[in-house]
Structure formats: structure tokens, C-alpha cells
């Protein structure tokens, strides 16, 4: 009965950098410091920790908008790997007190990011693809 394709990606997109835009208004308020840390504690330079904010404001705001859907999911799909890298990765393979994987949250990120990266944002954005 429904049948529309480019709604299905609006919806995608809309929720995917919507919920990420807000991780990155977090980091805005709250600074990259703590990232930095976490950077620094595994040989990597502090100052990558502002990448946080093109993974967590930029692209999520072009998902938004439909502008460079592809280019900025994939951006958001990077970012969901260096977090899980950085924070989560001990919880890879283990399951919460509800039955559920401990990362479902991130994963679906990482997997909604990876769909639009390969279905485009659809005709409902700026660049209309």
C-alpha cells in the first residue's frame, strides 16, 4: 500500500542526523577534551578529536538537508567506527540485561549511515539524489 522509496530515505536520513546532530551539540556544549584523552591514550594526536565535530554537526546537518547524502553518511559511518574503537569495543560482542547487543545503539547508527551511503538520500533534499 505504501510505496515510496524516496520517503523511506527522507525518513532514514531525517532520524539518522537528527540523532547524531544531537551527540554533536552535546560536544559543542561540553568541548572534546575527553576524546582527545582517549585519543592520546592510544598514540593518536588530541587535536583529531575535533573531527568529532564534521562527523557529529557537519554531516549530520547535510543528512538533514539532503546536500552530499552519500559523502556525509559515510562521514557519520567513520565516526560510529572510531567511537565504537574509542569507547564501546569492549562491549562488541556482548548482549544487555534486556537480551539485546550491548551496542545496538551505535550499531544502528553505524548501519543506518552505511544504508544511505549506498541508497543516496533520495529526491525529498537538497541535491535530489
Same mark, same amino acid.
Given at each position: ?26 560536544? /559543542?556544549?561540553?568541548? /572534546? ?16 578529536a575535533y573531527g568529532v565535530y564534521v562527523g557529529e554537526i557537519l554531516a549530520p546537518a547535510l543528512l538533514i538537508v539532503g546536500l552530499f547524502t552519500r559523502p556525509a553518511a559515510v562521514i ?5 567506527? /572510531? ?47
Open positions: 500500500m505504501f510505496k515510496s522509496d524516496d520517503t523511506g530515505k527522507l525518513v532514514l536520513r531525517l532520524a539518522l542526523g537528527i540523532l547524531i546532530l544531537l551527540h554533536g551539540v552535546s560536544k /559543542v556544549t561540553k568541548g /572534546v577534551d575527553g576524546i582527545g584523552g582517549m585519543l592520546a591514550s592510544h598514540g593518536l594526536p588530541a587535536f583529531l557519520v559511518a567513520i565516526n560510529m567506527l /572510531v567511537a565504537i574503537w574509542l569507547v564501546h569495543r569492549k562491549d562488541l560482542g556482548a548482549i544487555n540485561g534486556q537480551g539485546g547487543w550491548a551496542l545496538e545503539l551505535q550499531g544502528m547508527f553505524l548501519f543506518a549511515a552505511i544504508s544511505l551511503a549506498f541508497t543516496g538520500g533520495g529526491r525529498f533534499g537538497l541535491s535530489n539524489k
